[in-house]
């Protein structure tokens, strides 16, 4: 792995932070007040990795209840919900171990450092700033309102590094890292290097079948390559 003027874009959830149950509970809770129903186990994974309003559409259409209106809403009152929950969460407690010293190592080797999150920009910002992870990353690209796929976030973090610092960073120097198929997929997409990790919702093994450049167990074996 090259590190000089390489970019590596990171996920949030599952990938530097373990909010599992938290998301879980939130998305439980809105989608049993707004729509009358709880989801499944393969719905509910379904939320983690893709941007906000992509999930809440394939619910909704997998139901027969699509709306624009109606996934709209769902995204709103995510944020709303989210942002209060946040706000009485020691956030610092839920990073995923061997985080830190990854991210030091990067900075060490002066590697540029980004976020791609499929999260709203408020709530990716929260868990940032209550994590006290912020400042590993002077690019932060997520999810607005009406982002459709996971790889214009992607694509968003790589330009925000490039006019940040003034260079461009190959295909093959940019690494994308996250923990779910959404991740993995983005990154090929756009031809740069995927990094499965298994530290969220999915196994190696589930990782796996997306084929990554790259499968880790946990951030620690990235350190070792590097």
């Avoid at 049993?32 to 499944?40: A, D, M």
């Avoid at 709530?123 to 912020?134: D, M, N």
């Avoid at 006019?163 to 983005?186: H, M, N």
Wanted: net charge negative.
């Amino acid at each position: 792995m090259t590190l000089h003027n390489s970019a590596f874009i990171f996920d949030i959830d599952g990938t530097l932070v373990d909010l599992r149950k938290i998301w879980e509970n939130t998305y439980n809770g809105l989608y049993q007040q707004q729509c009358g129903f709880t989801l499944t186990d393969a719905e509910m994974k379904s939320m983690f990795g893709p941007p906000e309003l992509e999930c809440h559409t394939a619910i909704l259409r997998g139901r027969n209840l699509y709306t624009e209106k109606r996934a709209q809403e769902l995204v709103q009152c995510t944020e709303d919900t989210m942002l209060l929950t946040l706000a009485k969460t020691d956030v610092i407690s839920h990073i995923i171990s061997e985080v830190i010293p990854c991210l030091q190592k990067l900075q060490q080797h002066n590697s540029h450092l980004a976020i791609a999150t499929g999260n709203i920009g408020s709530i990716a910002k929260e868990i940032l700033a209550h994590s006290g992870l912020q400042d590993y990353f002077p690019v932060v690209s997520f999810s607005s309102p009406d982002t459709q796929e996971r790889y214009q976030i992607v694509e968003k973090a790589k330009q925000g590094l490039e006019e940040k610092f003034g260079t461009p960073f190959a295909l093959t120097a940019t690494y994308v890292i996250g923990d779910t198929p959404s991740d993995i997929k983005a990154a090929k997409k756009l031809g740069f290097v995927s990094v499965g990790v298994a530290t969220g919702n999915y196994s190696l093994q589930e990782l796996a079948q997306h084929n990554p450049d790259l499968l880790l167990r946990n951030l620690a074996e990235l350190v070792r390559k590097i």
